[in-house]
């Protein structure tokens, strides 16, 4: 790994951990609040490419389990709804063969959406199944077997849906956020690609 990208991955990892305890939230009827968390994480994937951005994911984990009130469990959800953006993106970009230093403004939509729709077929079913398994028992001290009926007693939708939009909600915000602040630092400093 360069120098650089040692840099960035510093540089953009700290600004996802304040961004964690800064007051930019949406809280959400479900439970879930949209944040800006992962947006710098985009950044750093549209900036270094898809293994630097597994090791910042890997660092976010940490930092965010000794900053975040949810400590580990809500880190180990934001690290694999996280990573599951990064593949939309790395799966979007390696079937379209979109290439960021060269890309019309069609291209590039058609890789945002591309990516979103990709990340979202991740995401949802993985948060889905981490959520009824693993996150909500531990969270609500609930046996697994009550986990669905009781998220659909309180939201009165079902049990995907309540886990599902939230998720879809966050992933257009880290893509679509995510992208917008990339560009124009790709414009300003283009040597940044290299």
Request: cysteine-free; overall charge positive.
């Amino acid at each position: 790994m360069k120098a650089r990208e040692i840099g960035i991955i510093g540089l953009l990892l700290s600004l996802s951990l304040v961004l964690q305890i800064s007051p930019l939230k949406v809280p959400t009827q479900w439970g879930m609040s949209i944040d800006l968390v992962a947006v710098p994480i985009v950044v750093l994937y549209v900036l270094t490419g898809f293994w630097s951005t597994l090791t910042a994911l890997v660092l976010l984990f940490f930092g965010l389990s000794l900053i975040s009130s949810a400590s580990w469990l809500g880190a180990s959800m934001k690290f694999f709804a996280t990573l599951s953006v990064i593949l939309g993106f790395e799966i979007a970009r390696k079937l379209t063969g979109f290439d960021i230093r060269n890309y019309t403004e069609k291209r590039l939509l058609i890789f945002v959406i591309f990516a979103y729709l990709v990340g979202i077929a991740i995401r949802i079913p993985a948060m889905v199944a981490m959520n009824y398994y693993y996150a909500l028992p531990l969270w609500l001290g609930i046996p697994r077997e009550q986990v669905i009926p009781a998220i659909e007693e309180w939201f009165h939708m079902p049990f995907w849906l309540v886990i599902g939009i939230p998720n879809a909600i966050q992933s257009a915000v880290d893509v679509g956020i995510g992208i917008l602040v990339s560009l124009p630092v790709i414009r300003a400093l283009p040597h940044i690609l290299e």
